[in-house]
């Protein structure tokens, strides 16, 4: 019985738990508005966090993902509310999410920089290059138009909300992409062992900007969502302390930092407890401080736990330490 426990599976369980013990005594956790919230929050975090586990089962991280996914998707309403197509804004936002992503892979990849500073740098740029020369405002609203594009976040599909649809289809094609690919082979190749990698053929740094790329096109995604579920894109949120939430998610569900293990299943059970214990903790009204302390603990633990389950050698010390 023991060998079957692992962190995807006890992590599974206390969702299920918390879930069960916040409807029982929590008043208005069950309610449909609150439900309807909960499933947005979660499918949102949940993309994010299948983009950061791309770059962590690759033994990398990306904290210029939230930068990235609001300036871009910001920048595309701008351009829409001044009267570009929508497609054009979109695939314009796409692109310089496209940009950032390249340039972080090429920090890391060429120039070595760890990965962390690498993108903390350039989440701080992007915010700072967005408000100074793309966008004027701090909230960004959708223009008001019926297209099936602005319900994207807030419409539903046979009774499933579309967020929820959108998160099934991202984690759908990351399984697939990580599992069939070349890439996905080459991605848990370079996060188990780049030396390894590079001796047997594996195109390593192209792979490590690859990575960081599909990254940020990840992050456009879960911006359109974010728009279009509350019709506005503040810049605001890049300052938030939203890319720990999506690490916090990514490690709790088993991913090891040391790279090279986990999967998608691993992020949706992380983002299914998330969700639910924060959303449990602002029906009971604590207080933003006092939730970034449970999370952060909470996150101090897992990392913990990830250092037990998965002890660093030094060939895991000397390339993507985080």
Known sequence: MLKMLNQERIVGAIAVVLFIGFSIGLSGFLSGSNILSLIQNVSILGILGIG????????????????????SVAWMLVMVNSGVNLWLALGLAVGFAVVVGIVNGLLIAYVEVPAIFATLAMGIVVYGFGKSFLIGQDVVYLPRDESWFYHIGSGQIAGVPNPVVVFALVALVAALFLKFTK???????????????????????????????????????????????????????????????????????????????????????????????????TIMNLGYTTQNIFKSVILLAAILIDTMLNPRDEQTAQHGDI
């Open 183 to 281: 890439f996905g082979r080459y991605n848990y190749a370079v996060g188990d062992n780049v030396a390894t990698a590079r001796i047997t053929g594996i195109p390593v740094r192209p792979v490590i900007v690859a990575q960081y790329v599909l990254i940020a096109v990840i992050a456009v995604v879960a911006g359109v969502v974010v728009a279009t579920a509350v019709t506005s894109m503040n810049t605001r949120l890049a300052l938030s302390t939203q890319v720990y939430d999506v690490i916090l998610v990514v490690v709790l569900g088993g991913i090891g930092l040391s790279g090279g293990k986990g999967g998608v299943r691993n992020v949706i059970v992380g983002t299914l407890l998330i969700g639910i214990l924060l959303n449990g903790m």
């Open 52 to 71: 950061m586990a791309i770059g962590i089962i690759g033994r990398g991280i990306d904290l210029s993902m939230v930068s990235t996914m609001v300036i």
